[in-house]
């Protein structure tokens, strides 16, 4: 089975500060991709970074970062510098080779909440 | 990146009517077409996967005889509420993606929300 966990519903971090989003993953396929989304209050899901289950480099994009540790099945998301637009839910989804990669799995999701 | 929209954003209906939900793809073919359904503070749930010019594959517990969708074409997918009542009452999304091999070619439409009174 393909399963998704994120065990914080909520957090707070003060503008400009570094916040780490935490993700595990469980599945038996080899091949897979680790997804970060935010979806703030209007709905729209933003892409935010990708991890392939093959790539050696964490990603980067921007201020974000995913901190891949493929032993642990973990892949959480860092966000540096912290900023009030950043307020939002932030979900961590997999998808895997089963279903030729189109079936998301989400977890619970995160709601940030970046203090001024 | 490429651009998915969704018709209406919003819609009110009555108990017992359809609605009937759009998702395009604006400049690029959408192989396969998902909907998802998310409630208040909840995750996003897969309803079904459809594939243009195929019959829709439904997720477990989602039933196709009230959540119609057609993928009539590369760029459009509906989804029909049928019947309509209360707890349908949700935020439904939808994400295209086309025939690519990019992973990250997946992507999602602004939602539609959809309160039944």
């Not at chain 1, 400009?16 to 595990?24: N, Q």
């Not at chain 1, 703030?40 to 994009?61: H, K, R, V």
């Not at chain 2, 993928?71 to 939808?94: K, N, R």
């Amino acid at each position: 089975a393909q399963k998704i966990t994120q065990t914080q519903p909520g957090m707070f971090v003060q503008e400009k500060e570094a916040v780490t989003l935490d993700c595990t993953y469980d599945t038996s396929d080899q091949s897979y991709g680790l997804f970060w989304y935010k979806q703030p209050s209007s709905g729209e899901m933003i892409f935010l970074i990708y991890q392939g289950s093959y790539d050696e480099q964490n990603a980067t994009e921007g201020r974000y970062s995913l901190n891949f540790q493929k032993a642990r099945k973990s892949a959480n998301l860092v966000i540096s510098a912290s900023q009030l637009g950043d307020s939002a839910m932030y979900f961590c989804a997999m998808r895997t080779r089963l279903y030729n990669f189109n079936k998301f799995y989400f977890g619970s999701g995160t709601k940030l909440n970046v203090k001024p | 990146g490429a651009v998915v929209s969704q018709h209406p954003s919003w819609v009110i209906c009555k108990s017992g009517t359809s609605v009937k939900i759009e998702c395009r793809s604006l400049d690029f073919q959408a192989t396969t077409m998902f909907w998802y359904r998310q409630f208040p503070k909840q995750s996003l749930m897969l309803m079904a996967t459809s594939n243009e010019g195929s019959k829709a594959t439904y997720e477990q517990g989602v039933e196709k005889d009230k959540f119609l969708i057609n993928h009539a074409s590369l760029t459009l997918s509906t989804l029909t509420v049928t019947s309509a009542h209360p707890e349908d009452s949700s935020f439904y999304i939808c994400s295209a993606r086309g025939g690519g091999g990019t992973p990250t070619e997946q992507y999602f439409g602004p939602g539609t929300r959809l309160t039944v009174t």
